[in-house]
């Protein structure tokens, strides 16, 4: 599946995630076990706006930019989930 991230402008290494705060990568987890803004902000205590905010830090740092096919969170679970164990 790496080859898919490539072209995505996800990092196959996964370095780029060393780039997200640690709220941002609770946030990443979250949602990549299905969990929608609303819900993660209820779990960790913040505005659904906050939550928001964090995702867009999460596109900008993983150099995810919006596209027409509108799969930005899909590409950044894939990013998080195929980047090696830490």
Do not use: C
Not at 63 to 76: K, Q, T
């Amino acid at each position: 599946m790496r080859a898919v991230i490539a072209p995505l402008g996800a990092d196959p290494s996964g370095r780029a995630l060393d780039a997200l705060t640690p709220r941002e990568l609770e946030v990443l987890a979250l949602m990549s076990e299905g969990w929608s803004n609303a819900a993660i902000g209820g779990h960790l205590f913040l505005s659904e706006r906050t939550v928001e905010t964090h995702i867009g830090g999460i596109f900008a740092k993983l150099g995810i930019e919006d596209s027409p096919d509108g799969n930005r969170r899909v590409r950044a679970i894939l990013a998080y989930l195929q980047a090696p164990a830490r």
